[in-house]
């Protein structure tokens, strides 16, 4: 049992939120802090110190949550950091790849309801030569005119490529799941030593980055050959997963720093090592 | 004492304090800074991750045990926990010899 107040409970709770470490290892080392941490207490209370001077010298010299997670994340090494970027940079790249399958979705939606035009209106004074007017009407015959056949097919192009991302996106969610998996049971683990705000903010500035370019190109109605309704799609998506992972970035940051969250005590009393 | 070249060889110093038998983390920690009469005076939770590195490297082996009602892990040095140890003090003892042979004074 631990009193109200109890400031090693307190500074568990915080190392907890703070350590990167996987579970099963996490559990170890809050286990053996608290171990630690008790066994200083009882040594200050025989030494004739009250329970509050106790805790306190207990924590001084254990450490501060900030020294002791750093010397964890030290000894992770060059080889788990660069492991952790490549991870990163492989979960970005599906995140990606998904989102683009999202913004086929959004514009086969606007297809729908605001017509073809809007999302694959062709770019403005677009000059038609003979031979690429003749290969677009060869590609919709229905067509009034070149730049009609042209805007059929840059506004289905969107939603091919859009299905065609997100099924490469799958195909790498798959696959890093899989190395997780196959990692795990050869009873290793991918450590992901980077700071938890890391993915975060770098989704952030991606997304962020990406929706307002996208958002002012829909503003100028459209570019590169794309309707503005395409763009408008690439800014939506773009937008939600930036306001995302946003919420995840706050998340992180109040696992971090918020005092009344109590993590199940199994967490760090019952590890049973590696 | 300055920290620094303490956590240059605190995995020696570790291997050292274990050479005397099985123990916890607060009785390793404990005995490194009664041994050094106070000089090694760490700061007590950077010495776990040290305990672990040594356990990956193979040099120790440690298990929990339950002692007096409470649940500790106990480190015990192995076969080639004990075999490095020697290794490195004989590399510490030349590097040592070596250090006073050329700053003039003795021991």
Known sequence: MTAPGDRIEEYLRTLRASLRTMPQETGRILAEAENHLREAVAAGLAAGLTEAESQEAAISSFGSVRTVVRAHEKSHGTAAVLVSLVMAAWKLAWTFLLALGAVGVVALIFDVTAGQPFVGASAPRTRFTAANCSYWMRINPGAHNCAQAAMLESSGDIVVDGVACALFGLLLFEGYFLVHHFWHRRGRQVRDVLPRAFFPVTAIIMFGALALGCGLAAAVKGARGAGPGEWLSGAIVCTVLAVAYVLRLRQVSFLRHAPGRRPGRAGWASGKGR | ?107
Do not use: C, N
């Open chain 2, 1 to 107: 004492m300055d920290r620094e070249p303490v956590k240059g060889h605190l995995e020696l110093l570790l291997l050292s304090v274990l050479a005397a038998g099985p123990a916890h983390g607060y009785a390793i920690i404990s005995s490194l800074r009664t041994r050094s009469d106070g000089a090694f005076d760490l700061p007590e939770g950077t010495v776990y991750p040290a305990l672990h590195r040594l356990e990956d490297a193979g040099l120790l082996a440690s298990s929990w045990a339950q002692d007096d009602g409470r649940k500790r892990r106990v480190y015990a040095l192995t076969d080639e926990g004990v075999a490095a140890l020697a290794a490195r003090q004989t590399e510490w003892r030349r590097f040592a010899s070596a250090v006073q042979a050329v700053a003039g004074w003795s021991a």
